[in-house]
């Protein structure tokens, strides 16, 4: 993405919906492609942007809604990696309490 071109895509969205989503399609695809473990899920996740993109009704609403799911998910991921700490730190102690029983 380093080589992204977003003046480039902007014009061509003015100038040429059509072939805008054309090749928006063509790259996205090119993308997933390139990562085959990932493919499922990206594939799912580009689903799930493009329905909120289209349900939203407009491009402001979208970034809003899109903000939220991405916000919801950075929570989870703290939920998890706080749990994740939490149960490390049992397994130091119970690591330390051995180590000093013997």
Not at 50 to 74: F, I, K, N, W
Not at 89 to 101: F, H, L, N
């Amino acid at each position: 993405m380093g080589d992204f071109d977003f003046d480039y895509w902007k014009l061509l969205a003015e100038r040429d919906p059509v072939a805008y989503f054309a090749a928006r399609d063509m790259t996205l695809r090119q993308f997933i492609a390139s990562h085959p473990g990932q493919a499922v899920m990206l594939t799912e996740l580009q689903a799930r942007i493009d329905s909120t993109r289209v349900l939203a009704g407009g491009p402001t609403q979208a970034c809003r809604e899109l903000l939220g799911q991405m916000q919801d998910q950075l929570m989870l991921l703290s939920f998890k990696l706080a749990e994740l700490q939490r149960e490390t730190s049992a397994v130091q102690e119970i690591i330390g309490a051995k180590a000093i029983a013997r």
